[in-house]
């Protein structure tokens, strides 16, 4: 299972971006996709999470800016980010709970890594 994120990229504080990250492999179903972000010198933490049947949960920071939803027919998550402001600049990583039709898939897949930066 492969995971490819992209997106990313340079904008000014209060503008938007739409982060995508599509699955692909050997995919029986996807229960939780998700995306995480590191800072530097800073550890990875939840940005947003989505479950298979929509449910949802954000950290506190970005409630009311981010909005994450998926694709259950094309295995592909997305955050749309608005309001964007110096501190959300990261790299993003996309995850996601994979049920392969290989028994020994890995469930916890990761995305390589997009690059946010948002100036002041």
């Known amino acids: 299972v492969q995971l490819q994120a992209s997106g990313g990229g340079l904008v000014q504080a209060g503008g938007s971006l739409k982060l995508s990250c599509a699955a692909s492999g050997s995919i029986r179903s996807i229960d939780d996709m998700g995306w995480y972000r590191q800072a530097p010198g800073k550890q990875r933490e939840l940005v947003a999470a989505?479950?298979?049947?929509?449910?949802?949960n954000y950290a506190d920071s970005v409630k009311g800016r981010f909005t994450i939803s998926r694709d259950n027919s094309k295995n592909t998550v997305f955050l749309q980010m608005n309001s964007l402001k110096p501190e959300d600049t990261a790299v993003y990583y996309c995850n996601a709970k994979v049920l392969g039709y290989n028994p020994n898939s890995k469930y916890d897949n990761w995305g390589q890594g997009t690059l946010v930066t948002v100036s002041s």
């Open positions: 989505i479950t298979r049947g929509g449910s949802t």
